[in-house]
């Protein structure tokens, strides 16, 4: 592999780091896309990203933050430079009274995370279970399933200014989360390199079992007080039945958003179509099911050549091996002017076209 090595100064220390030629990035990204990087990096300590942002700035590249690559479309080879972000480590802040405080390295697995907190009982994580990616990126689109969404235990998180080349510490509010949605996503793009989370849990857990299926799933595992690993049991049940899994069939999860309309929208929707599946949100405002729209334009299980609607979810997208950014992109826009067609709603894509 052929690569550049370049050393730095930081304070009395000079810094060694490889950025790699020609990456191949396969391996990085779980739809599985055949493409390369024009440079590649790991980023192993914050003491780094000074050199990184300076090999930047003197080669006029651009620059993709990536962790677990499972929220990224790449259409085509990428000209530039990419960041793999593994910094590591979980430490606990403080332990005391009702809650604990744990900050998260962002190249930490998400789910190895979840996992370490379930098993100490501490509480609030578990309906995220099995989401794939990175700790770092789970901000970056508040990441949520199941009647939680992450921001519900956030504390605070500690970014690298790319543009400024300083860290930044953001409140929750300050992160102004949504649904699927932050400030870095929204406004910063890729600008705040997340490199760790701060998260409150709580030691004596609250259970959420709001969602019906994690409801239905406790009764037939024949649990009647469930406990956090019982939920966290259920959904991961649950994800394994309706989900594909990566390392078997290229997917990046959802790839559109449910669709928020207002009430009016959705009462002619309901009239129309008695059995349309929807939620009601806090804003008065009604989430679609687009999973349930894309099903009854005809879609659930459907190939376009190499590309698919996986047949047990229809939201989520497949590569059947091979597939390249176009066909998946053609299949989307196809299923998308379907549903515009029938239903009159507009999707958009939750994964992050690059
Ligand atoms: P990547 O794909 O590497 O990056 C995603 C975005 O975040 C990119 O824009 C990237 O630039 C940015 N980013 C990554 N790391 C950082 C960082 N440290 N600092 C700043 N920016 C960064 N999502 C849900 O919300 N709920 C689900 O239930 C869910 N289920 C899924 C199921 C499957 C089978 C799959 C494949 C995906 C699923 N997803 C789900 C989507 C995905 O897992 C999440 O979005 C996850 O947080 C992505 O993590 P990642 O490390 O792979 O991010
Ligand atoms: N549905 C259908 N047909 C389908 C798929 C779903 O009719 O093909 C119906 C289901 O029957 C159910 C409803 O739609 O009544 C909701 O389905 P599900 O519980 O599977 O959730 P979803 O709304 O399709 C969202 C998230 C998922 C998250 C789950 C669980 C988005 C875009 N997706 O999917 O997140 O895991 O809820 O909370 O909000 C992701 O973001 O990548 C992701 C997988």
């Given at each position: 592999m052929v690569f550049d090595q370049f050393g730095y100064i930081f304070g009395p220390y000079l810094l060694h780091m490889k950025v790699l030629r020609q990456y191949p990035c396969l391996s990085l990204n779980t739809l599985g896309l055949r493409v390369d990087a024009n440079f590649f990096v790991r980023?192993?300590?914050?003491?780094?990203l000074p050199g990184i942002r300076k090999f930047i700035r003197d080669r006029q590249v651009r620059y993709l933050i990536l962790g677990g690559g499972s929220n990224v479309l790449f259409?085509?080879?990428?000209?530039g430079l990419i960041l793999k972000v593994e910094l590591r480590g979980i430490d606990e802040v403080v332990n005391y009274g009702p809650h604990v405080l744990i900050r998260v390295s962002a190249g930490e697995d998400w789910d190895g995370f979840v996992d370490h907190c379930v098993k100490r009982g501490w509480?609030?994580?578990?309906?995220?279970?099995?989401?794939?990616?990175s700790v770092g990126a789970a901000?970056?689109?508040n990441i949520g399933a199941y009647g939680v969404e992450m921001k519900d235990c956030l504390e605070c998180l500690e970014a690298y200014d790319m543009d400024q080349n300083r860290m930044i510490t953001f409140s929750a509010r300050e992160c102004r989360f949504g649904y699927r949605d932050s400030i870095f996503k929204s406004t910063y793009g890729q600008r705040m390199l997340i490199c760790s989370v701060t998260f409150r849990l709580r030691k004596e857990p609250m259970i959420n079992i709001s969602y019906g299926t994690i409801r239905q799933e406790l009764e037939r595992m024949q649990v009647?007080?469930?406990g956090i690993a019982d939920v966290r049991k259920a959904v991961c049940t649950i994800r394994s039945s309706r989900l594909p899994d990566p390392l078997l069939l290229g997917n990046a999860g959802s790839f559109f958003k449910n669709p928020e309309v207002e009430e009016g929208v959705y009462n002619s929707l309901k009239s129309r179509f008695p059995a349309i599946t929807a939620y009601p949100t806090e804003r008065g405002t009604f989430k679609l099911a687009a999973g349930w729209l894309i099903e009854h334009c005809g879609w659930r299980g459907k190939r376009l050549g190499r590309a698919g609607v996986f047949d047990k979810q229809a939201l989520v997208l497949v590569n059947?091996?091979?597939?390249s950014a176009s066909e998946l992109l053609e299949l989307a826009e196809k299923i998308k002017n379907d549903v515009k067609e029938r239903f009159g709603v507009y999707l958009e894509t939750e994964v992050n076209i690059i």
């Open positions: 980023v192993a300590s914050i003491e780094e259409t085509g080879d990428y000209d509480g609030g994580l578990e309906n995220l279970s099995m989401i794939p990616g901000p970056v689109q009647k007080e469930p059947y091996g091979g597939a």
